[in-house]
C-alpha cells in the first residue's frame, strides 16, 4: 500500500514535470545571451548566465506594449459589456415568470451549438459594409454576443434562494432594485467566472482579430505575436522566444489566482452542476 | 371586472419589465449570430468579385469547394486530427484525471501545471512550439525516441503529430479538469463497497467509475470533435499549414479566400458546419447505441 501510494505520486510529480518543461525553454533562452544561445540552443535553465539584453531588444524591435494596450482596450470592453448584457438576460429567465421565457431559453441553448466558423465570413461583410475593418469597433462589436454567460449566469442565479428576494419585496423594492441591490451582489462568484472566461476568450481570440484588421498597429497581443518574421527583426529565435514569455507569463502567473474560477466554469460547461 | 383587469396590465406590466431586461442580448444576439448566420447561407450562393456586385450562382460555389483537391486534402487533415485528438485526449485525460484525484498540496500544484497552459493564447503556445522545433531539443528529442532522425516540422507524416501534441498540452487541462469534477461527485460510499467486495483498481475502475462518467465523457468527445474541426491556429502559427498542405485545415481554407471570393468561403464554412453537425450527431448516436453493453 506504502509503495503503491509513493509510485503514484512519483506519476503525479512526472506529469507535473513533462508540462512545465515545454515552458523552461523559452523562459531560459529568454535570459541568455544570444551567443550562449548558439552555443547550445538546448539549455531548459540559463545556467551560463543571465541578461536582461533580449527583454530589451524585443521591446525596442517589437510593438508588443501598444498590442498589449490594444489587447486590454478590446477585451476590458468586451468583458464590460458582455457581463453586464448576459447579468441582464439572465435575470428574468432565472427569477420571472414571463411570457416566452422557455422559448428564449432554448433559442440561447441552440446558440451555444453555433459555432463561430460559420459566422466568420458573413460578419466580415458586415462589418466591412459599416466600414468597421480596421477600426477597434470592428474588433469589439461582434464579440458582445455570448450566449454561454447568460447559459452559467442562469444557473447561478437559480441556485439563489428566494427568500432574500422576497424580503426585498416585503420591503417595498420593484424588480430593478430586487436585480441590482439583490440579486447581483449575491452573484458575484458566477459573475467574475463569467468576466474571465469573456477576458480570457477575448484576449486570446487570434482569428477575429487578423480579419477584421490588416493595421499591425491595431493588432491584438495574440494576433500582434504571429505577425513578426523572421524577416522584419533580426535575433528571430530569441526574440520570438522572448515575446512569448512577455506574452505568455503573466497569464500564466495570474492563472494560479483564478484557478478556482477556471475549473467552476469548465464543470458549469460541461453541465456537471 | 375591476380587479381582473388590474391583474391583467401587472401581468402585462410584469412581461414587458422581463423583455426589457432581454432586450440588450437579444439585439446583439439578433445582430452578431442570427443576421449572419442566415447571411451566410445566403452569401454561399451568390458570387461577388471586386468589381461587380453579387451575383446569383446557385450551387456553383459547393461544386467548387467540393471539387478542389486542396479542400477535400483539408477536410482529411481535419478528419485525421479529430479522431486522433478525440481517442488521445479523451483515453488520456481520463487516466490523468485519476491519477490526479487525491487530495495534498503537491497533487494540488502538479495539477495547476498541466491545467494552466489553458489560459495562453493559440499564438504563444505557436511560438513556443515552433521555436522547440525549429531551434530547440524537440527534434533530438524526437529522434532519441524514434530511434532515427527527423525534422518535425519538414516531415509530412510528423508535421501534424506536432499539431496534435502541441495541442494536447495547451488543452489537456480542459477535459482532465471536467472529468476531476465528474470523479470527485461519485459517493465513496461505491468504493467502499467494491473495497469490501474484494475487487480490484482496475475493476472498480471498469465496474463504477467508467460507467458512472459515461455522460460526461459523452460531453467531452462532442466538445472535443467540436473544437478539433475548428482547428485554426495551431497550424496557422506553427506550421502554416505546411509540409505539402499536410496540417493545413478548412478554415484556413476559409480564412485563405475570405477577401477574394466570399461567396466561395460561405460555401466552405457552411460544409464545414453541415459535418461537424453530422459527426456530433453520429457520435451521439454510436455512444447512445452501446449503451447496453457498457
Do not use: C
Not at chain 1, 469573456?198 to 481570440?205: A, E, H, Q, R, V
Not at chain 2, 498541466?114 to 522545433?133: D, N, R
Not at chain 2, 460526461?216 to 505546411?242: C, E, H, K, N, R
Not at chain 2, 478548412?250 to 453537425?277: H, Q, R
Request: glycine fraction near 6%; aromatic fraction near 16%; proline fraction near 5%.
Amino acid at each position: 500500500m506504502r509503495n503503491k501510494n509513493i509510485l503514484l505520486i512519483a506519476l503525479i510529480v512526472f506529469i507535473g514535470l513533462v508540462w512545465l518543461v515545454p515552458l523552461l525553454w523559452p523562459i531560459s533562452t529568454s535570459l541568455r545571451s544570444v551567443a550562449a544561445f548558439y552555443r547550445n540552443p538546448n539549455l531548459l535553465l540559463p545556467l551560463d548566465g543571465i541578461t536582461t539584453f533580449n527583454y530589451e531588444n524585443t521591446i525596442s524591435r517589437v510593438p508588443i506594449e501598444i498590442w498589449y494596450l490594444n489587447s486590454f482596450i478590446v477585451s476590458l470592453s468586451v468583458t464590460v459589456v458582455v457581463t453586464m448584457i448576459d447579468f441582464l438576460a439572465a435575470y428574468p429567465l432565472a427569477r420571472m415568470k414571463f411570457f416566452g421565457n422557455k422559448f428564449v431559453y432554448f433559442i440561447i441553448i441552440a446558440g451555444l451549438m453555433i459555432p463561430f466558423t460559420v459566422l466568420l465570413v458573413p460578419l466580415y461583410d458586415f462589418i466591412n459594409k459599416l466600414g468597421l475593418v480596421n477600426t477597434y469597433w470592428g474588433i469589439i462589436l461582434p464579440q458582445f454576443v455570448s450566449p454561454f454567460g447568460v447559459f452559467l449566469l442562469r444557473n447561478y442565479l437559480l441556485s439563489i434562494p428566494k427568500e432574500l428576494e422576497e424580503s426585498a419585496r416585503i420591503d417595498g423594492a420593484n424588480s430593478f432594485k430586487i436585480a441590482f441591490n439583490v440579486i447581483f451582489p449575491n452573484s458575484i462568484p458566477g459573475i467574475t467566472t463569467v468576466a474571465i472566461f469573456t477576458f480570457l476568450g477575448s484576449w486570446n481570440n487570434l482569428l477575429w482579430p487578423i480579419v477584421a484588421t490588416q493595421n499591425p498597429m491595431l493588432y491584438t497581443l495574440t494576433a500582434g505575436l504571429t505577425s513578426i518574421t523572421s524577416v522584419n527583426v533580426p535575433n528571430y529565435v530569441t526574440i520570438m522566444a522572448t515575446s512569448s514569455i512577455i506574452a505568455g507569463l503573466p497569464l500564466y502567473l495570474i492563472f494560479f489566482i483564478i484557478q478556482k474560477y477556471i475549473v467552476s466554469g469548465l464543470s458549469l460547461q460541461s453541465g456537471l452542476k | 371586472m375591476f380587479p381582473v383587469k388590474s391583474k391583467k396590465i401587472a401581468n402585462l406590466k410584469h412581461n414587458m419589465v422581463a423583455w426589457l431586461y432581454l432586450s440588450p442580448f437579444i439585439v446583439v444576439y439578433a445582430t452578431f449570430m442570427v443576421y449572419p448566420l442566415v447571411r451566410g447561407i445566403q452569401l454561399s450562393f451568390f458570387h461577388k468579385t471586386f468589381f461587380s456586385g453579387y451575383n446569383f450562382a446557385g450551387f456553383s460555389n459547393y461544386i467548387g469547394v467540393l471539387t478542389d483537391p486542396v479542400f477535400i486534402q483539408d477536410i482529411f487533415n481535419i478528419l485525421y486530427f479529430t479522431v486522433a485528438t478525440v481517442l488521445i485526449y479523451t483515453f488520456l485525460s481520463l487516466i490523468i484525471a485519476n491519477i490526479f484525484n487525491r487530495k495534498g498540496i503537491l497533487t494540488y500544484i502538479m495539477r495547476s501545471f498541466v491545467i494552466a497552459p489553458l489560459v495562453l493564447s493559440v499564438s504563444v503556445i505557436g511560438i513556443i512550439w515552433q521555436l522547440l522545433f525549429t531551434s530547440g531539443p524537440g527534434n533530438n528529442l524526437i529522434s532519441f525516441i524514434i530511434g532515427k532522425n527527423v525534422q518535425v516540422l519538414n516531415n509530412p507524416s510528423f508535421a501534424m503529430w506536432l499539431i496534435i501534441m502541441a495541442t494536447l498540452w495547451w488543452t489537456l487541462g480542459s477535459n482532465v479538469i471536467i472529468f476531476l469534477a465528474g470523479l470527485q461527485s461519485i459517493p465513496s460510499e461505491y468504493y467502499e463497497a467494491a473495497k469490501l467486495d474484494g475487487a480490484s483498481d482496475v475493476r472498480t475502475f471498469f465496474s463504477i467509475t467508467l460507467p458512472l462518467l459515461r455522460p460526461l465523457i459523452i460531453v467531452v468527445i462532442i466538445l472535443q470533435t467540436i473544437a478539433s474541426f475548428q482547428l485554426f491556429g495551431q497550424p496557422y502559427t506553427i506550421t502554416g499549414g505546411g509540409p505539402f498542405n499536410t496540417t493545413a485545415t478548412p478554415l484556413m481554407y476559409i480564412y485563405g479566400y475570405l477577401t477574394t471570393n466570399i461567396g466561395f468561403a460561405s460555401a466552405a464554412s457552411v460544409i464545414l458546419f453541415l459535418m461537424m453537425l453530422a459527426v456530433s450527431f453520429i457520435e451521439l448516436f454510436v455512444i447512445s447505441r452501446r449503451k447496453e453493453e457498457w
